[in-house]
């Protein structure tokens, strides 16, 4: 089970990154199915295991910090039999998973309440969080127009629209990602979800810098939801992933390279605000 989620999260199977935590999350449960001879060598096999799922996806900061958190925890607290360890391992996944879960809850019903009836949005790229705040939104009797993009070149954004195309309420159309500015003068807002915010730089799927400057010029504002553990003021370095150049083009490039970055860098100034499980939050 962790190799395979490890491979899914290489190959972004997964493409919520809160999603993704938790499924880094309970891999780690496998072990306890394990045999081990040693409290040592099962410990040395969490810190494996855990810096292999960590790997999988140097850029998801939710994923690094679910998975430090548990194996840290367990080897802290030195347990000093092979069950207790275990047992440890058992209650710090169902912690992490737990917190997560709740964070994305909050921070879907805080961005619901401050989506308007009637309004016309824009998203880019599949978050779980935004996903569940228009089902919440919706739910509460408002409706809503959402332009999607299609979030090239992996299209994860015709599985946005596909999904709110079963939520009653919510009108999606799907645009391609050049098309964004076409359309953005007819929106009233645009909403995304988050990798993650290091200090003042959203990073997000590739596609949402350019949404984010033309909506900035334009007069659009820009909302990010996403679990506030995904806000890191230091000690992490985001690592952009830059993948195979077939998702782009599926012959042979001859005579020119292919670039295919999984990710942009978004200034926090080009965002009116961030809405997490503790509330709003907006940048100078």
């Known amino acids: 089970m962790i190799d395979e989620t490890a491979r899914e999260i290489r190959e972004m199977q997964t493409h919520s990154s809160s999603v993704v935590a938790i499924k880094a999350s309970r891999a780690l449960a496998e072990l306890l ?18 810096t292999a799922l960590r790997r999988a996806n140097p850029s998801h900061a939710s994923l690094q910090n679910a998975v ?6 367990v080897v802290a607290a030195e347990p000093e039999t092979i069950a207790a360890a275990k047992g440890l391992t058992d209650e710090r996944i169902e912690a992490v998973v737990s917190r997560i879960k709740a964070g994305t809850r909050r921070a879907a019903r805080n961005g619901a ?14 978050s779980s969080t935004v996903l569940s705040a228009l089902e919440r ?28 195309a079963d939520v009653d309420g919510v009108e999606p159309t799907l645009i391609t990602d050049a098309a964004a500015g076409h359309h953005l003068e007819g929106c009233d807002r645009v909403v995304v979800g988050m990798t993650c915010i ?3 730089t959203l990073y997000n799927r590739v596609g949402t810098f350019p949404i984010a400057a033309a909506a900035d010029r334009l007069g659009v504002p820009v909302t990010v939801l996403g679990a506030e553990s ?18 782009v083009i599926a012959e042979p490039a001859e005579g020119f390279a292919v670039s295919n970055p999984a990710y942009d860098a978004t ?12 509330g709003v939050r907006t940048f100078d």
Not at 33 to 50: I, K, M, P, Q
Not at 146 to 164: D, M, N, Q, S
């Open 33 to 50: 199915d394990r045999e081990f001879a040693t409290v040592d060598e099962y410990l040395r096999s969490l810190e494996h295991n855990g």
């Open 68 to 73: 430090w958190e548990i194996v840290g925890d």
């Open 113 to 126: 309440d401050r989506l308007a009836d009637g309004a016309t949005l824009l998203t880019h790229d599949y």
């Open 137 to 164: 939104a919706a739910a509460d009797g408002k409706r809503i127009e959402v332009l999607v993009t299609e979030a090239r070149p992996r299209y994860i954004g015709r599985k946005t629209a596909r999904a709110l």
């Open 198 to 200: 290091v200090g003042r």
């Open 230 to 247: 995904k806000l890191v003021a230091d000690g992490f370095v985001f690592e952009n992933e830059f993948r195979a150049g077939s998702e």
């Open 267 to 278: 200034p926090v100034a080009l965002l009116e605000e961030v809405i997490t499980d503790d």
